[in-house]
């Protein structure tokens, strides 16, 4: 194809971004969800708890995944967001896919991971469903997951730890490229110290109750944003909107 200057697209205006919020069980990441512009729920667990939003029924299999998306995509309804609850509780179903498409019971029997690098194709239908949702529809795509702990191997410090999604590493590795916002969950935690004599201290973490949302990396967890929003604000929708660039 031979490029020119006519074939240029002007800019049309911000996108909604993708938005992957993570964090520990019970912090708050689906009442975030919740509260978003007009959300229909894409479960893959139970996990809404007293939370009553506009819900599909469980997804247990690709099948239906596939199936939700595509009804947002064709018919005719007023969301305005899509959450996905969980990223963490939808990989073991696109691993069941996996090894149904090569009649394993595992997608461990495919040997030599193979099976988490034929899974990437399916993470790759995922994103570019959303793509086009938030593309042609407008509807803004939140995607829930769980952390976990995970050892880094720094090439400039010697290994530590940070909270991590809980995923796969080649899924994360993916995910981490393609969204727009990743945001970390936590609680506010404050450290106090007390001396205890012969010159020793004892350190003990307390919690304020208050959620927080963390929007820059720091290496105690992964984060990221593409709009240079603020390091950390309420785990909250409005506080979140909020600190987005204006349209």
Request: one cysteine or more; a neutral charge; charged letters at 20%.
């Amino acid at each position: 194809m031979a490029f020119s200057l006519a074939s240029i697209t002007k800019g049309a205006g911000q996108k909604p971004p993708i938005v992957v919020i993570h964090g520990s069980p019970g912090i708050g990441k689906s009442t975030f969800g919740a509260c978003a512009p007009n959300p229909i729920f894409l479960r893959t667990e139970d996990g809404l708890g007293m939370l009553s939003p506009d819900t599909f029924p469980m997804a247990k299999t690709w099948g239906d995944v596939m199936s939700a998306l595509g009804a947002i995509y064709s018919e005719q309804h007023d969301y305005k967001t899509l959450v996905i609850d969980s990223l963490s509780a939808l990989e073991p179903v696109i691993w069941a896919q996996v090894a149904a498409d090569a009649k394993k019971s595992s997608v461990e029997e495919l040997g030599y991971g193979r099976g988490y690098v034929l899974a990437l194709d399916y993470w790759q239908q995922l994103i570019q469903g959303l793509i086009s949702i938030r593309d042609d529809k407008g509807i803004t795509p939140v995607l829930i997951a769980h952390s976990e702990v995970v050892r880094y191997d720094s090439p400039e410090s010697e290994p530590y730890d940070r909270y991590q999604i809980k995923l796969h590493k080649r899924a994360f590795s993916l995910l981490y490229e393609r969204a727009d916002v990743i945001g970390f969950a936590n609680w506010r935690t404050l450290i106090t110290k007390t001396e205890v004599g012969f010159n020793k201290s004892i350190s003990r973490g307390t919690g304020t109750g208050e959620r927080l949302l963390h929007l820059i990396e720091r290496p105690a967890y992964i984060a990221k944003n593409r709009y240079g929003m603020p390091e950390t604000i309420p785990l909250d929708w409005q506080a979140f909107a909020g600190s987005l660039p204006a349209q």
